[in-house]
Antibody, heavy 119, light 106 residues
Framework: EVQLVESGGGLVQPGRSLKLSCAASGFTFSKYGMAWVCQAPTKGLEWVASISSGGGNTYYRDSVKGRFTISRDNAKNTLYLQMDSLRSEDTATYYC????????????WGQGVMVTVSS | DIQMTQSPPSLSASLGDKVTITCQASQNINKYIAWYQQKPGKAPRLLIRYTSTLELGTPSRFSGSGSGRDYSFSISNVESEDIASYYCLQYDNLNTFGAGTKVELK
């Protein structure tokens, strides 16, 4: 059974950093592209960033370029999102999701982790 | 970047109704569109990929169609378990979600 379990969320002040993790199990992690998708309270889904199966290619939405870094450790079956220079508008639930192929649609999702940026 | 315009933002349906949601892309997305269902407090669930291919476990009352820039998603014979929000996703060039449609009971 595919499982994606996020951790690392919480309350953080504007301008500070936070690192999210996503532990994967039930599939060969190193063979799949992975992504982070966020959802602000009462709002819709927004793709945040994606990474190729080997980690060599990364992609970001414009609003997080230069502030967020997606990475992965295939030996540990774990996906990461380093979030720097956080803003109030980054407040959201962050989902880890698996791409079926490279950067196409998402077939499995984690349960999500809440990030609140507030002073 | 590809933009996805989804409508309507919300709709009310009676049990047994047919409802249709549309998504228009800002450019041709070559049928690379998926549809998701999301219930409150839960992660999205993939229902349809590549415009009209139902994922395993998706009931046959769900369907999708379209080409080029224009796509639609329908639920025939709405059931109570279908009350949720629905999102389109383009994956022709990276990923963009539509703004979502909340389906409520009339």
């Amino acid at each position: 059974e595919v499982q994606l379990v996020e951790s690392g969320g919480g309350l953080v002040q504007p301008g500070r950093s936070l690192k999210l993790s996503c532990a994967a199990s039930g599939f060969t992690f190193s063979k799949y592209g992975m992504a982070w998708v966020c959802q602000a309270p009462t709002k819709g889904l927004e793709w945040v960033a994606s990474i190729s199966s080997g980690g060599g290619n990364t992609y970001y939405r414009d609003s997080v370029k230069g502030r967020f870094t997606i990475s992965r450790d295939n030996a540990k079956n774990t996906l990461y999102l380093q979030m720097d220079s956080l803003r109030s508008e980054d407040t959201a639930t962050y989902y880890c999701a698996r791409h079926r192929y490279t950067t196409d649609y998402f077939d499995y999702w984690g349960q999500g982790v809440m990030v609140t940026v507030s002073s | 970047d590809i933009q996805m315009t989804q409508s309507p933002p919300s709709l009310s349906a009676s049990l047994g109704d047919k409802v249709t949601i549309t998504c228009q892309a800002s450019q041709n997305i070559n049928k690379y569109i998926a549809w998701y269902q999301q219930k409150p407090g839960k992660a999205p669930r993939l229902l349809i990929r590549y415009t009209s291919t139902l994922e395993l476990g998706t009931p046959s009352r769900f369907s999708g169609s379209g080409s080029g820039r224009d796509y639609s998603f329908s639920i025939s014979n709405v059931e109570s378990e279908d009350i949720a929000s629905y999102y389109c996703l383009q994956y022709d060039n990276l990923n963009t979600f539509g703004a979502g449609t909340k389906v409520e009971l009339k």
